[in-house]
């Protein structure tokens, strides 16, 4: 029989850590390694066994075309959960210093397969933790990770007619919706419009996983827009193609600049309140002055997604 990784076992011997067992267990540990906690102890055996600085363990690595991986990561103690389109903050440490960075959770709440937290992470060929993540990360590696954020998630119960109008790596909190609504059980869940866009097909994150969706629900329409190809989207494109878009409860995640035009178009339709948008980048508010160090940012998303540096004690 597969003996179950330690925080499993842990988990099933003691229960969680702040648990019936659990508290009183560790509250008398502590005492013992005073003044240090039970906890810095536990994490010396496992990192993934820590409840204080919870962690995750790689345990496969997906390509996903040329610039672009799937990581699947096993949480350890302290995870408590996400729902469906919220983002993960991932801490890595690169020569000493840890990098925080967010990453939209693809799998559906309570993990794919075996439990295990899948994010999809797109290349940025100048970044700091993107190609590391994709390149350098080999099943094995621990990660840190925060608690599941934001508010760009799927409503219970969802609403009937949903849009969904994504660009690039813009795809990934949507597939961790789609995912999920594609586990309910029949009758379907909603109506969903899905307009992608991407270079080309093969830049096409989760091409043939979103061809199999739409094939096998009635609930899902997929328009597959390869910008290279036809141009990038406008809003007159998604009229054509969705016609009742002004009636639908709208999710839009991609670059900026789709993002900005979205938002105008929705709110000339007095429709702003049925669009809900996830933006991957901070937006400056002020282009800075030539010369000057920085310019103003929108505080938005909150500032766990920015590029904090911690240095690692
Ligand atoms: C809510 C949220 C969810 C997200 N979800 C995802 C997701 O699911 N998948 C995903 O792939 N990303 C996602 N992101 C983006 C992700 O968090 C990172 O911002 C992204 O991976 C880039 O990180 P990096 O460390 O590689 O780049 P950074 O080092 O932070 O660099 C950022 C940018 O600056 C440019 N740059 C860096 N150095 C230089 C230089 N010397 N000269 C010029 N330009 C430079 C890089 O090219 C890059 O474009 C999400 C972001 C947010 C806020």
């Not at 029989?1 to 842990?10: G, I, R």
């Not at 937290?117 to 700091?128: D, K, M, N, S, W």
């Not at 007095?270 to 901070?282: G, K, M, N, P, Y």
């Amino acid at each position: 029989m597969p003996v179950p990784p330690l925080p499993a076992l842990t988990d099933r011997l003691v229960g969680p850590a702040d648990g019936p067992v659990g508290r009183p267990l560790l509250a008398a540990l502590g005492r013992l390694t005073s003044p240090l906690a039970a906890d810095d102890y536990l994490c010396l055996i496992d990192p993934l066994l820590s409840a204080r600085h919870p962690t995750g363990r790689v345990t496969a690595v997906r390509s996903e075309g040329p610039r672009a991986a799937t990581l699947e990561i096993r949480p350890g103690r302290g995870w408590s959960g996400h729902r469906a389109g919220q983002y993960l903050p991932v801490g890595v440490e690169l020569d000493g210093v840890r990098h925080w960075r967010t990453y939209s959770l693809t799998c559906p709440p309570g993990g794919g397969r075996y439990g295990a937290l899948t994010i999809t992470v797109q290349e940025e060929p100048r970044g700091t933790v993107s190609p590391h993540l994709v390149r350098r990360t080999p099943p094995g590696s621990a990660v840190r990770l925060g608690p599941a954020q934001g508010e760009f998630v799927l409503p219970e119960p969802p609403p009937a007619r949903m849009l969904m109008v994504t660009a690039g790596s813009g795809i990934t909190p949507v597939m961790g919706m789609l995912r999920t609504l594609a586990l309910r059980p029949s009758p379907a869940p909603a109506d969903v419009f899905l307009l992608h866009c991407a270079p080309g097909p093969g830049d096409c994150l989760f091409r043939a996983e979103l061809a199999d969706l739409a094939a096998r629900l009635p609930w899902l329409r997929l328009h597959l827009r390869y910008t290279r190809t036809v141009g990038r989207l406008t809003a007159e494109h998604i009229a054509v193609a969705c016609p009742d878009w002004r009636a639908r409860e709208t999710w839009a995640c991609g670059p900026a600049g789709l993002l900005d035009t979205l938002e105008g178009h929705w709110a000339a339709a007095s429709a702003a309140e049925r669009l809900h948008v996830e933006r991957f980048r901070l937006v400056p508010l002020d282009a800075p002055d030539a010369g000057a160090s920085g310019g103003r940012m929108r505080p938005r998303p909150p500032p766990c997604c920015t590029s904090v540096r911690r240095r690692v004690s």
